[in-house]
């Protein structure tokens, strides 16, 4: 979305929060840990053993995970700037990114289009 403006800046960081969210979940699910119905991520990914990168290089997820409630309810706060969009998308593909890399060195293989 951020790469072909313009864009709702709040749809940006609903869907940023649920890509972390969902890059979460089937790194608890491999490493077989049940976890709540929830949409913190701090909760979700303090739920993994310490081994895994995102743990590390991602210790405060609260600002991406704020924006679930703010995205979803528009007359909640203010919209979100399109710098915070940016961040958010930027924080959420850098959350991606470690746990795929996990996931690739513990042997799953992941194929995306």
């Known amino acids: 979305m951020i790469q072909h403006p313009p864009f709702v ?8 929060q ?4 969902k ?14 119905k929830s949409h913190d991520l ?15 290089q991602y210790p405060q997820l609260r600002e991406l995970t704020n924006w679930i ?10 919209h979100p700037t399109e710098e915070e969009a940016i961040d958010s998308a930027s924080l959420a593909q850098g959350v991606w990114q470690s746990i795929y ?9 992941i194929e995306h289009q």
Do not use: M
């Open 9 to 16: 800046t709040r749809h940006v960081c609903n869907f940023a």
């Open 101 to 109: 890399q996990d996931l690739l060195s513990r042997g799953c293989l």
């Open 69 to 78: 409630i703010e995205s979803r309810y528009p007359l909640h706060g203010d």
């Open 42 to 56: 701090d909760a979700l990914r303090n739920l993994l053993p310490d081994n895994w990168q995102v743990k590390q």
């Open 18 to 21: 649920q890509s972390a969210e």
């Open 23 to 36: 890059a979460l979940k089937p790194a608890l699910i491999l490493e077989q840990v049940d976890f709540p």
